[in-house]
C-alpha cells in the first residue's frame, strides 16, 4: 500500500476513535421491538413485517445469478468489481433470512442476524464506489477491511450495548455515496440510478420511523415498517437495473459536471432566443386630383 492510502486509513481511524471519545454511548432501546403491525396470519406472528422481506430474497438470488451467469451478464471491467457485487447480493439474499427470522420473535438477540447483512451490503458498496470512482485495486483492498468493521460493529453493540459504531457504518455510506455519485466521474453510464436507491433508502427510513403512525393512517392494514422493507428492497432493485443497463463512458464526466453543462446550455438558449424589432417609414401618400 501506497503512504497516502496508509495515511487515509490512519486519518478515518482517528476521527473514528474521537468520535467515540466525545460522543455519549447510544444504548438498543427495548421499544425499537414494539412494532405496530403484530398480527398472526397463517400461523405466522407479525406476519407482514416477516412476508414483507420477501422480495430481498429475489432481487438478491437475481444479482447473483446475474454476476456470473449468462457468462458475465453484468460486463464488469475492473478488478474487485465481481467480488464487490457478490458480497453485496449476499448481504441482500442474507437480509431476507435474517430479518425474517428477527420479526418472527423481536428481541436483541435476533436484531444481531437482522442487521448483520445489513452491514455487509453496506460495506460492500462502499468498497464498490471505491473501485469505481477512486481506485479499483485500493477499493479491493478495501473490501476485507470493511466487511471486518461492519462485523466488529454489530459485535461492539452486541456486547457493550453501544450502537455508536454500528450507526457510523450504517449511515456514513448514506451520505458519502450520494456525494460520490454526485461530484466524482463515474467510469460508467446509468450513474442517476445511483440517487434513486438513495432516494429509496431514505423514504424506507422515514417509514420505519413512522411505523405506528402509517399503521394508524392506514387504518391498521399496513404498517410503515412493512412498507420499509418494500422501499428498502427497491434500493437493490435499481442497483441491478443499473448494472444490466451501464456501459463504460468513453469521457467519465460527473453528474454535477453534467448538471452544470446543462444548466448553462439551457440559460445560453434562453437569452439567444430570436427578438423582432419592427421598424416604420413614412411613405408619401400622393393626393388625388
Not at 204 to 222: C, F, G, M, R
Amino acid at each position: 500500500m501506497k503512504k497516502r492510502t496508509m495515511y487515509g486509513w490512519g486519518s478515518a481511524i482517528v476521527i473514528f476513535l474521537v468520535l467515540m471519545i466525545v460522543t455519549p454511548t447510544i444504548p438498543q432501546s427495548q421499544a425499537y421491538h414494539d412494532f405496530a403491525d403484530q398480527r398472526t396470519f397463517f400461523g405466522i406472528p407479525n406476519a407482514l413485517n416477516v412476508i414483507s422481506n420477501f422480495p430481498f430474497l429475489i432481487i438478491g438470488l437475481i444479482g447473483l445469478v446475474l454476476c456470473f451467469y449468462p457468462d458475465d451478464y453484468f460486463r464488469f471491467s475492473l478488478r474487485g468489481e465481481k467480488l464487490g457485487w457478490t458480497c453485496f447480493f449476499v448481504g441482500i439474499v442474507a437480509v431476507a433470512f435474517g430479518s425474517s427470522y428477527y420479526h418472527l420473535h423481536p428481541d436483541d438477540a435476533r436484531l444481531v442476524w437482522d442487521r448483520l447483512p445489513m452491514t455487509i451490503a453496506f460495506t460492500s458498496i462502499m468498497a464498490i464506489f471505491v473501485i469505481e470512482r477512486i481506485d479499483e485495486h485500493k477499493g479491493t483492498y478495501s473490501i476485507v477491511p470493511l466487511l471486518l468493521a461492519g462485523l466488529v460493529s454489530i459485535l461492539y453493540w452486541r456486547f457493550f450495548d453501544d450502537l455508536r459504531p454500528y450507526a457510523v457504518v450504517q449511515f456514513v455510506p448514506c451520505i458519502v455515496i450520494p456525494l460520490m455519485a454526485i461530484l466524482l466521474p463515474p467510469m460508467y453510464t446509468h450513474s442517476t440510478y445511483w440517487l434513486w436507491a438513495a432516494g429509496f433508502y431514505l423514504l424506507a427510513k422515514v417509514e420505519e420511523a413512522a411505523d405506528k403512525p402509517i399503521y394508524s393512517w392506514t387504518h391498521q392494514i399496513l404498517s410503515g415498517h412493512s412498507i420499509k422493507h418494500v422501499c428498502a428492497a427497491m434500493v437493490p432493485v435499481f442497483l441491478t437495473l443499473m448494472l444490466a443497463k451501464r456501459t463504460v463512458q468513453t469521457e467519465r464526466i460527473s453528474l454535477y459536471t453534467t448538471w452544470k453543462i446543462s444548466w448553462r446550455t439551457r440559460e445560453k438558449g434562453s437569452d439567444d432566443e430570436e427578438s423582432f424589432e419592427c421598424t416604420y417609414s413614412n411613405v408619401a401618400v400622393e393626393e388625388s386630383r
